[in-house]
């Protein structure tokens, strides 16, 4: 869950009741703390910060910190110590051990695999499906991992100790241990490592071990056996892409194709909608546009891998819905997940791009992505997808002394969180935080001539971090990203330009509605004249903007702002941060 950064939403002080609740659920959760043991977690005076995030995945995540230090996270209601707890209470959850060549493949994002599983002379903890537990290291009881077991302790021996054992959430030296003082665990020996090694000795590894750890980790690499015979039987029976199978399974194709042109026409769309879906996964969806919204994922996606000559319309297959379908894809075959990251909105989340039957799916030769009609008639226009808009900054010529030490030079570009982290880090490499009030940083040399006016040089000593910050992003060249679907990403200078909306008065009694800026989102400013001229039934005009190259100026007949706003917000789901002059649209009044 934290093997790559998490997006912080906010980072405020716990108040005094949610403080009571959180040692009241920490107490339900953790039967083992003592009184005292939840009084030293949650104290009552001192400073507990409440984290709330979303995981790379969209997940949101409640990040509970104390001294600096995440201690216990939460995820779907459910608590969970972090590392940095586990160090101090090595019992509180039921531990699995394994070998240390794993820790990398769990850092990694990872889970621990049965194989990989260290059976002690005692047996292993007593679980139940989706109970918390940890992950420690051969000869130290320090875990190193907190997750959640796939399975029973009953059906790992079923199983024959093979398959998923522990679903990984958080690991030592992951994105959430790298939130606080990086410290590494401390060195706890077991009880096993103690009778078999003597004076403190590490016990040596046979070779039959060794070759248990390399199973261990090449089952990390292997594809991950997530659908069941069942569910590949469905796949084979809606699939119209031929597969390359054995010889002697020619005929069994044969029939294959008699049957598919025995069915009716909902079979036919589940069949096409089935397909367009596992094409549009492996051949047009990145992992870097998750979350990604639902309707984008049809309209952008899936429209364009419908064979040529046919159409895809989803109310005439058996699932109706695209959320329907699209559960189905989860529940049944666990191939994608999706979830409502806002109120009525669901998003694509997740995708299993290891699953056998994404894997082995391969491109109908008949698709033609140009020739693709579009629905709801809006043929010829190009499928469009928002960019992703991030702020940057760029290192200025009088910053660059402050940014040497993490190689970067004049005109490197930084987001705002790694500029935070540069400066954090300098000021602790130089040993500057005022030693008699930590919310300060002493001034140096360097801090001098790169943050303060002339005017402030002799009486500027200290600074508070706040300030720190805001003055370091305040003398950059701020600029922002622009990243389109598989294209490279785009930076300039500057604020990004919005897409501007005005009402201009034309004669006595005549309003136009004029638009610019479209380009910046890429958008045809052509193509969008064209649809608002069918929309509201009015004449639209381009013309050149004065003074711009390459930009032009749509106009449209009448006071258009509530059209314009619908087609831009929900057609094109452009944000509302990036249009300006919707508040000018008419405001609707009972008639006298």
Not at 264 to 272: G, K, R, S
Request: net charge negative; charged share 25%; proline share 7%.
């Amino acid at each position: 869950m934290f093997a790559k950064p998490f997006r912080v939403k906010s980072n405020t002080a716990i108040k005094g009741s949610d403080r009571r609740k959180l040692k009241a659920d920490l107490s339900a959760a953790f039967p083992l703390l003592s009184a005292d043991e939840l009084s030293e977690l949650v104290p009552n005076k001192e400073e507990l910060n409440v984290l709330k995030s979303y995981a790379h995945k969209g997940d949101a995540v409640t990040v509970y910190v104390l001294h600096k230090n995440p201690v216990f996270f939460e995820v779907d209601k459910k608590l969970f110590p972090t590392v940095y707890v586990l160090w101090r209470y090595p019992a509180l959850l039921p531990a699995f051990k394994t070998w240390p060549p794993v820790l990398q493949k769990l850092t990694g994002g990872a889970d621990l695999m049965l194989p990989g599983v260290v059976v002690p002379s005692c047996g292993l903890p007593d679980v139940k499906q989706g109970d918390s537990c940890a992950v420690t290291l051969v000869n130290n009881r320090a875990p190193v991992a907190v997750g959640t077991a796939a399975v029973s302790t009953e059906q790992m021996h079923c199983l024959g100790m093979k398959g998923r054992g522990v679903c990984i959430l958080h690991t030592y030296m992951d994105y959430l241990w790298a939130f606080g003082d990086k410290s590494g665990p401390p060195s706890l020996p077991d009880a096993e490592s103690e009778a078999h090694g003597e004076n403190g000795e590490e016990c040596e590894i046979s070779d039959k071990e060794e070759e248990e750890v390399d199973k261990c980790v090449e089952e990390q690499h292997s594809p991950e056996e997530t659908v069941t015979d069942q569910a590949q039987s469905c796949f084979e029976e809606l699939s119209l892409v031929e597969q390359d199978e054995e010889k002697g399974e020619k005929n069994n194709e044969k029939e294959e194709e008699t049957q598919d042109e025995q069915k009716t026409p909902q079979e036919v769309m589940d069949a096409m909608l089935l397909q367009c879906f596992l094409h549009a996964l492996k051949s047009k969806v990145k992992k870097s546009e998750l979350p990604l919204l639902t309707s984008t994922f049809l309209r952008n996606h899936m429209f364009s891998c419908c064979p040529s000559g046919k159409q895809l319309d989803i109310k005439k297959s058996s699932y109706k819905k695209l959320s329907k379908f699209l559960q189905t894809m989860e529940q049944r075959y666990n191939i994608v997940r999706v979830k409502e990251l806002t109120k009525g909105v669901e998003s694509i989340v997740e995708v299993d791009w290891k699953n056998p039957e994404l894997r082995s799916f391969s491109f109908p030769e008949d698709t033609d992505v140009e020739s693709t009609p579009l629905p709801d008639g809006e043929e010829g226009e190009i499928p469009y997808h928002p960019p992703e808009i991030t702020t940057l900054y760029s290192v200025s010529a009088r910053l660059e002394p402050l940014f040497l030490n993490a190689n970067k030079r004049k005109g490197a570009t930084l987001h705002p969180a790694e500029v935070r982290s540069i400066v954090t880090e300098y000021v602790k490499d130089n040993e500057l935080v005022d030693e008699n009030n930590k919310n300060y940083v002493t001034i140096n040399p360097t801090l001098c001539d790169c943050l303060l006016e002339k005017s402030e040089y002799q009486e500027v000593v200290s600074l508070k971090w706040d300030d720190l910050f805001s003055r370091t992003l305040g003398r950059m060249q701020e600029c922002y990203q622009a990243v389109f679907p598989g294209q490279p990403p785009i930076v300039k200078k500057g604020h990004i330009e919005p897409i501007d909306i005005t009402v201009a008065s034309r004669g006595s009694n005549k309003k136009v509605t004029l638009m610019k800026n479209l380009e910046v989102y890429g958008l045809d400013p052509a193509v969008v004249a064209s649809v608002l001229q069918h929309r509201v039934q009015a004449s639209s005009v381009l013309q050149p903007v004065p003074g711009a190259k390459d930009k032009v100026l749509v106009q449209i007949q009448g006071n258009q702002i509530q059209q314009v706003g619908k087609l831009l917000l929900d057609h094109y789901q452009i944000p509302r941060k990036y249009i300006q002059g919707l508040e000018k649209a008419p405001k609707g009044g009972k008639k006298k």
